[in-house]
Structures are given as structure tokens and as C-alpha cells.
């Protein structure tokens, strides 16, 4: 068996394709397994919103892309072929300073979005990077630690885990859903959306010059 040919059937058996997209033709089961069958009959379909996997040199990336409200899943540990196969399972778009993971099979042949982020950019800059090249706009803030979703909850729920100082102040109060952080609106939650704002402004430049594509594969 080939070795492209075995990935696609792993991945096809991962994905659980129904049985009418299987070829009865041996050695043709490839075929069936465009970018458009796997994002319409894949495991997950690709989400509304773009979801992200980062690789071990843009952790920093994952935590403000939660900041801007996007789930970002990242893990300094993860090996190149867990992030390729967990990207593809879960139809998020790959995000990766490495240009090795860009020869792999998976990113090379288009069936995992990835979207190569320069060397040398400050994590603002990367963040205006992929917003940019992809469109996106700042949302609901997310955990930063986690990417869980914050719900609001009244002073009574969280007094005892925030500074007296800060009861005094602010007047809104959030959790985290993923590890129960509580967030509130001060200065350091001030200064995330200052910067998240100048993340925009510099994606502005970036949008007008380029778009989104299922596949940036440029070399660094
Ligand atoms: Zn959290």
C-alpha cells in the first residue's frame, strides 16, 4: 500500500465518510477525498468560524487569538503529525512558523488549511498577520489560558476571588467556562483591547493586499 494511500484511508476511517463516497474501484479511494467532500462529509465540518491550531513556536499567538475571541488550540508539546491530524479532524486552520509542516502530505495537498506566519513578527504583528490574511474581526474575548468562553456573573459570585480594590472600581465580572478564571474590566482587560484594536488597524494593511486562501504555502 502506498504510503499516500494508507494516510487516506486512515484518515478516511477517521473521519467516518459514509460508504457511498468510498470507491468500489481498488487503489481509487483518494479520489473521493477532495477538500470540499471532507469539509462537507468530514468527521467535523469545517466551523462558520475559523477555528485555529498553532504550533509550538506561536503559543503566544494562541493565547491572543482567544483574546480576540477566536478558539486557538495550542500545546508546546504537540508533534507536527498530531497537529496536521488533529487540524484535519476538526477542521481548524493551522497556523505554523515551520515551513516543514508545510511538505506535509495533508497541508501540501490542501486537505488541512494552514496559513504560514512569518519569522520575526512581535505577537501583535502575527495576530494582525492572520486577521488580515484572513479577514477576521475581533469578537467576544475569550480565557486566554484556555480559549474557554467568559460569561458574565454579578460581584456576589466572585467576591471572594478578586482584590478589594477591584470590587470597588469595576463593575462587570466574568468566568471562564473552561478553567474558571474570573476576568474583569481594569486596566490590564483595558490594555488587551487597546492592543487588540491596534492588531486590527495593522490587519487593515494586510487585508488590502492579500486574501484568504485554503492554503498560504509560501516558504519563509
Ligand atoms: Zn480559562
Not at 37 to 53: L, S
Not at 120 to 138: D, E, F, W
Request: charged share 25%.
Amino acid at each position: 500500500m502506498s504510503g499516500r494511500l494508507e494516510f487516506v484511508l486512515r484518515t478516511v476511517m477517521s473521519a467516518r465518510l459514509s460508504v457511498k463516497h468510498k470507491s468500489r474501484q481498488p487503489g481509487r479511494l483518494w479520489v473521493a477525498l477532495t477538500f470540499g467532500d471532507w469539509a462537507k462529509m468530514g468527521g467535523r465540518a469545517m466551523a462558520d468560524e475559523p477555528e485555529f491550531m498553532c504550533d509550538a513556536m506561536l503559543g503566544g499567538l494562541a493565547r491572543w487569538l482567544r483574546a480576540a475571541g477566536y478558539s486557538a488550540w495550542f500545546d508546546v508539546h504537540a508533534r507536527d503529525g498530531d497537529l496536521v491530524r488533529r487540524a484535519l479532524e476538526e477542521g481548524r486552520w493551522l497556523l505554523t512558523s515551520d515551513a516543514g509542516i508545510l511538505e506535509r502530505y495533508a497541508v501540501s495537498e490542501g486537505l488541512v488549511r494552514c496559513l504560514f506566519v512569518p519569522h520575526g513578527l512581535s505577537t501583535i504583528h502575527q495576530l494582525a498577520h492572520v486577521m488580515g490574511v484572513l479577514k477576521l474581526n475581533p469578537k467576544n474575548s475569550r480565557c486566554m489560558d484556555c480559549g474557554g468562553e467568559l460569561a458574565e456573573v454579578p460581584l456576589t459570585e466572585v467576591a471572594t476571588e478578586i482584590p478589594e480594590k477591584v470590587k470597588e472600581t469595576c463593575a462587570h465580572f466574568y468566568r471562564c467556562a473552561g478553567c474558571g478564571k474570573v476576568y474583569w474590566h481594569g486596566t490590564h482587560w483595558n490594555s488587551i483591547q487597546t492592543r487588540l484594536r491596534r492588531a486590527q488597524k495593522l490587519a487593515g494593511a494586510e487585508a488590502k493586499s492579500d486574501g484568504p486562501h485554503d492554503r498560504q504555502s509560501s516558504s519563509p
